[in-house]
Structure formats: structure tokens, C-alpha cells
């Protein structure tokens, strides 16, 4: 059979070490300046294919997986996709941010933004768990997107996924040198190099770091099996630490410090909540492991949904035993636990805080290794970066090129950035990945090229477009303005009507196989306006950030990822053509010749 038969399928077959120019550029476009120059000129055309262009479920899981050159080992189970989820989450987000959006942001209240939170991450994790299970590839969302709303918007989204975790690992990592420093009775900045000479938000030069997400890499690479007992393990005693701070911190509790609950309004509750997104970012890596999960009907929906229940609950008994220790206006904002501990006089409990802080961010740091390799593995699976990131090691069944570049990315961030630019940001890109897998799993029910008929589609269109606008509505009016409410009185009756619209008036093209969202198309539809609610609560200065790493995205784009993607395509769509026509010509052969002539 002639699957992966493209300018793909050679890369993909030589060795991970090998480093020549065909294993970066193999594509047709690329072979001379000439071809290059015909690639440009076409490049109007070449996007239209690419955005209108949705990829085959069974060309994810089959062709492009092939590019691998390897197969990934089936070895996970339901069991080591909950540890995986657990170790995945709980780290920095909880242990490091709380602290600052209860003193700076939402008080006491911010209990119920680590509910509103978790409410939206369950919405996503249910639109993620119906993909995985019917999509088990290593690609995650970018797989997902690719199938339902094409190339184009599946490459924005690539984007900014990688972008989320390298700027989540660098956060985890700058946050692992702060409770280091904590355990060792030091300011976090005793352990970091001060460069007078960069601006404030980057001169705090952070080498701990760098070691840490070293060693990470390490045992990232060597087997992912190995990676999961050790995740397990170390999930395991962090939970028990955990336990450990809810049930002592009870024991110092005042409900006095509970007043006033809300000093900073509704407003602070949401605000808070879009930056402590950041805390349940990494669920998402579990999605990623589907390629490699013994049976994914069962596994993911148990792992991914439990693994983001026991995470929920966590948080907001982690938030409410802080705010129960002390006032919020004495809460620490850099190592909010352990100086809670030292201040009601338990000064040797925060020696176990820190320990298990840096437990639960090594195994966040591990799971994000994993799982951006193989984003990255099955994003290079169609050339729109290089296809020797994509190679599978033949002996550990691992993507040991992707792991490597993607944390050397992620070390040099961590080296020069701080925790504060790092959550808001990786906040933006998480929150706008979730909204367009929300998005992707509507079109999913409800269309079916070649099934759906011109008005049902039509109608689709026009739900989803009514239900966008009037959630970025709400978002806008939410963000400018601050006490009015009449313009609620329009954008939430628009988007309930729209969503109604679309549960009487379209019938669903697709019932799902094996396991499917609930409540379809409510839950989705709730999951992308929350999302991008919690969008309109963040600054504007990380709106600029994003906007110009988005721009730099494109330019790449249009100069290499679209002629790369597309010259394999385009060869992919030949090497089924030719397989057509073999085994076309294989059947009249055997019927020319029968058996035993």
C-alpha cells in the first residue's frame, strides 16, 4: 500500500540524528530558488486549497501517522491517564497564583474563580475527551481542527498550542525556583542572576530553571511507561501532601478572615478567574496520549473527566483553607502557603508545602514534555514544520527530536521572563484553543460533506456566527464597561436564541461512535462563550503580545509551513491515486487470470 507515499514518507524513515537539508525541506517546493519563486506567486491559490482543504479522519490515523517512520507503544491505561491528568495540572497554577489573585484580585471570592475556572475547563474537557476517543492521534487539538474546520485554522491554532506549552513550562519552571528558595530559607531571587541592563519584566536570569527542564527532557525521551509510573508516583504523594495542607490549615482556621468575601466585586471574581485558567492548563497533554492508550473508548472519557474533577475540587479547598489562614490582605503573593504556614506559627509546615510544590511542578513540567513532543511530532506529520521533528525513535517508541527542541524553546523563555507576562499570556492562547475546539466539535454534529444538505448548511453557519459575535459582545462590553448592564439585556438573549436556534432547526449530520458530549449543542456552546468571556478579563498589553506572536505566525506561515503543507498534500492525494489504479488493475488481473491457471 502506498499510505504516507509523499515528500513525507522518505524523511520520515531515515534516522532522528540525521540533520541534511531533505529532512528540514524535502518538499518539491523547496528543491531549487526557481521552485521557490513558482511556490510564492501561487501563493493566493495555494491558501484557498489550505482553508477550504479538511483533512480525513482515516488519513490522521493512518497516512499521516505513518510519517513517523514508528509506531508509538499502546501501553496506557484509564488508571495512568487520571495520574497523568492529576501530575499534568496541579503545580504551578495553584500553589504560586493563588496567592496573587487572592491578595491583588479577587479576595476570599477567589474560591469561586477557581470554580468558574474549572467549570469552563470541564466544558472543554468534555468537547476534548468526544474528539480524543474518535480521533485517538498524538496530534490533540490540532488533529481535531484539522479534520473539522481545515489546514488554516488548524496551523493558528498549532501555533498557539505550542506557544502555550512553552510559556506554560517556563512559568512552572521559574515558579520550581521559587519554592526551591523557599525549602532553603531564600528570596527566590537569591537563586537568579540580575542582568541591570534588561528591562524589569526580563532581568532576573533564571539558570535553576534550565537544569530542571533538562533533566525533564531526559526522562521525557526514554520511555513514556517509565514517564507514567513516575508521574503516578510522585501524583501520589503530592496529593497526600495536599491533604496534608488542607487538614493542618483547617486546623488554624478563623472564618473571620472570610470578610468582606468579595472587596473587589463580580469584576475581580472574573479577572482572577481568566489568569487561574492558567492553574488547569495540561489537561489537554492527556488528549495528546491517545495514540498510545490500550483502548481509548474507555481510558480517556474515565481519565481526562476524573482526572479534572479531583483537580476542581482540590483547588477550591486549597483556596479556601489560604483565605481561612489569614487575611487576604496579608497573603503572600509569591509562596502564598508556606508564609501562611509560618504566620499562624507552624514555620516547619511550610518545609512540606514547598516539598510538594516542587513535587507537583516536576510532574507538571514531565507530563508538558510529553505531550508537547507529540503535538509537535504530529503537527511536523504534515510538513507545516520541519518533518524530522516528527521521527519516532525505533527503540523507545518516543519523539525524541520534537521533546528536545521544543524544551531548549521552553528553557529559554524560563531563563529571561517572569511568572506574571508568562500566566496572562499563556491564558490568551488556552483560552482561545479550548473556544475553537468548542467551535470545531458544533461542526462535527452538524456537518457531513456530502450528507449535509446547502440550507442546513447555511443555517449552521449562521448559528455559529450569531453565537461568536454576540459572545465577543458580551466579552467587549464586559471589558469597557464597568458597571453598566443593559447591553447584557442583548448579547446573552442573542446567544441563547442562537444556540436554540441551532438545537430545533438543524438536525445533527453525526452521532458519535463511541463516546459523545452530553447536551450537544449546549455544553459546547456554553464552553465557547465562557471561554471567551474569560478572554475579555485580561489586559490589553498581553492581547498586544499575542497579537504579534500571531502575526509572527503567519508570516511563517506564507513563507514555508503553507508550501510545505501543501506540496504534501497535494502528494499525498497522488501516491491514493496511484494505489487506485494498482489495485484497479490488480482485480482485473485476477479476474483475467483465476486461481490455479
Not at 515558579?175 to 531571587?189: G, I, Q, R
Not at 483547617?250 to 475581580?268: D, Q, V, Y
Not at 499570556?425 to 452538524?446: E, K, N, Q
Not at 450569531?466 to 442573542?494: H, N
Request: aromatic content about 12%; proline content about 4%.
Amino acid at each position: 500500500m502506498g499510505t504516507g507515499g509523499d515528500a513525507g514518507g522518505t524523511a520520515a524513515r531515515r534516522r532522528g540524528c540525521s540533520c541534511t537539508k531533505d529532512d528540514f525541506l524535502p518538499e518539491e517546493s523547496f528543491q531549487s530558488w526557481e521552485n521557490y519563486g513558482r511556490a510564492l506567486r501561487e501563493t493566493g491559490m495555494r491558501l484557498r486549497d489550505r482553508v477550504l482543504t479538511r483533512s480525513l479522519e482515516k488519513s490522521e490515523l493512518t497516512e499521516v501517522r505513518a510519517r513517523s517512520g514508528h509506531e508509538m507503544k499502546k501501553n496506557l491505561s484509564w488508571w495512568d491517564l487520571i495520574w497523568f491528568g492529576i501530575g499534568a495540572v496541579i503545580g504551578a497554577g495553584i500553589f504560586v497564583l493563588t496567592g496573587q489573585e487572592a491578595k491583588e484580585e479577587a479576595g476570599p471570592a477567589v474560591i469561586l474563580s477557581f470554580a468558574v475556572s474549572g467549570v469552563s475547563a470541564m466544558l472543554s474537557v468534555f468537547c476534548y475527551t468526544e474528539f480524543a476517543v474518535e480521533i485517538p492521534v498524538a496530534g490533540g487539538s490540532f488533529a481535531y481542527l484539522r479534520v473539522e474546520l481545515g489546514d488554516f485554522m488548524a496551523f493558528i491554532a498549532a501555533g498557539n498550542i505550542l506557544l502555550e506549552y512553552v510559556i506554560g513550562g517556563a512559568a512552572v519552571a521559574r515558579s520550581w525556583t521559587s519554592y526551591f528558595a523557599t525549602l532553603l530559607n531564600h528570596h527566590p531571587n537569591d537563586f537568579r542572576i540580575h542582568a541591570t541592563s534588561l528591562s524589569a519584566d526580563y532581568s532576573r536570569l533564571d539558570p535553576i530553571a534550565c537544569v530542571v527542564i533538562a533533566v525533564v527532557c531526559i526522562v521525557a525521551v526514554v520511555s513514556t511507561k517509565g514517564t507514567s509510573r513516575f508521574n503516578y508516583i510522585a501524583s501520589i504523594v503530592h496529593l497526600a501532601i495536599i491533604l496534608f495542607i488542607i487538614i493542618a490549615g483547617l486546623t488554624k482556621a478563623n472564618t473571620h478572615n472570610l470578610t468582606p468575601f468579595t472587596p473587589f466585586g463580580t469584576r475581580g471574581i472574573f479577572s482572577a478567574s481568566a489568569v487561574l485558567f492558567f492553574a488547569y492548563v495540561g489537561f489537554d497533554a492527556v488528549s495528546t496520549m491517545a495514540e498510545e492508550t490500550k483502548n481509548p473508548a474507555k481510558d480517556i472519557p474515565i481519565g481526562l473527566v476524573g482526572a479534572m474533577s479531583i483537580t476542581t475540587a482540590c483547588y477550591c479547598l486549597l483556596a479556601l483553607v489560604l483565605c481561612l489562614m489569614q487575611p487576604y490582605t496579608k497573603i503572600d503573593p509569591d509562596a502564598p502557603f508556606s508564609v501562611a504556614f509560618s504566620n499562624v506559627g507552624m514555620d516547619w509546615a511550610k518545609y512540606i508545602v514547598a516539598f510538594g510544590a516542587l513535587k507537583g511542578m516536576t510532574t507538571v513540567l514531565l507530563v508538558s514534555a510529553v505531550g508537547q513532543a507529540r503535538y509537535l511530532t504530529h503537527i511536523a506529520r504534515t510538513h507545516m514544520v520541519p518533518p524530522w521533528l516528527a521521527n519516532v525513535h525505533p527503540r523507545t517508541g518516543t519523539p525524541i527530536n520534537a521533546t528536545i527542541v521544543m524544551l531548549i524553546a521552553t528553557a529559554v523563555i524560563a531563563f529571561f521572563t517572569s511568572l506574571g507576562i508568562l500566566s496572562n499570556l499563556l491564558s490568551i492562547s488556552t483560552l482561545f484553543i479550548f473556544m475553537l475546539v468548542a467551535v470545531a466539535l458544533l461542526v462535527r454534529r452538524y456537518y457531513v460533506s456530502g450528507e449535509t444538505t446547502s440550507a442546513n448548511r447555511n443555517k449552521l453557519i449562521a448559528y455559529l456566527l450569531l453565537i461568536l459575535s454576540s459572545s465577543v459582545a458580551t466579552a467587549l462590553y464586559w471589558a469597557l464597561s464597568k458597571k453598566g448592564w443593559v447591553g447584557y439585556l442583548v448579547t446573552v438573549p442573542v446567544w441563547f436564541l442562537s444556540t436554540l436556534g441551532l438545537h430545533l432547526t438543524v438536525p445533527q449530520a453525526r452521532k458519535p461512535r463511541l463516546w459523545g458530549v452530553p447536551l450537544v449543542p449546549w455544553l459546547p456552546s456554553a464552553s465557547i462563550v465562557i471561554n471567551i468571556f474569560l478572554l475579555g478579563s485580561i489586559d490589553g498589553l498581553s492581547f498586544a503580545r499575542f497579537g504579534v506572536w500571531t502575526v509572527l505566525l503567519l508570516v511563517y506561515y506564507f513563507f514555508l509551513g503553507l508550501h510545505a503543507s501543501y506540496d504534501t498534500a497535494k502528494a499525498a492525494d497522488l501516491s491514493r491515486e496511484a494505489t487506485k489504479i494498482e489495485e484497479g488493475n490488480g482485480g482485473a488481473a485476477m479476474e483475467g487470470h483465476p486461481a490455479g491457471a
